[in-house]
């Protein structure tokens, strides 16, 4: 709802989401039963730093807002379910772009 609601108002906005639809998001969104724990916090930190590297900075770059649905902090929270460390987690991720703001959906009830 914020990207239009950007654009309406005159910003240029990327959308954009993460694992992302590239072949290590694929392998991250589909291939669960294949890849767990460290190798899974491993996979999704590979496709977050690709992602960075060819989507979400040139888009930056470019002056463009970029919206990321899920990013580092999604990560903090799913891997460590998945039973993996947190320190280990911090490691991967350390450096990522560290977004400029950060918020999350409301609530639905019912």
Not at 35 to 42: E, I, P, S
Not at 58 to 63: A, E, L, N
């Amino acid at each position: 709802m914020l990207g239009p609601y950007l654009r309406d108002r005159g910003y240029q906005v990327h959308i954009t989401a993460e694992p992302t639809h590239g072949e290590l998001g694929e392998l991250a969104r589909h291939k669960t039963d294949l890849y767990q724990g460290h190798a899974l916090a491993c996979l999704i930190a590979a496709d977050r730093y690709h992602h960075l590297a060819t989507e979400i900075r040139p888009r930056v770059q470019q002056g463009e807002i970029v919206l990321c649905d899920r990013y580092v902090a999604s990560s903090y929270v799913l891997q460590q379910m998945d039973g993996v460390p947190l320190p280990f987690i911090e490691s991967l991720n350390g450096h990522a772009d560290r977004p400029d703001l950060a918020g999350h959906a409301p609530h639905r009830r019912g």
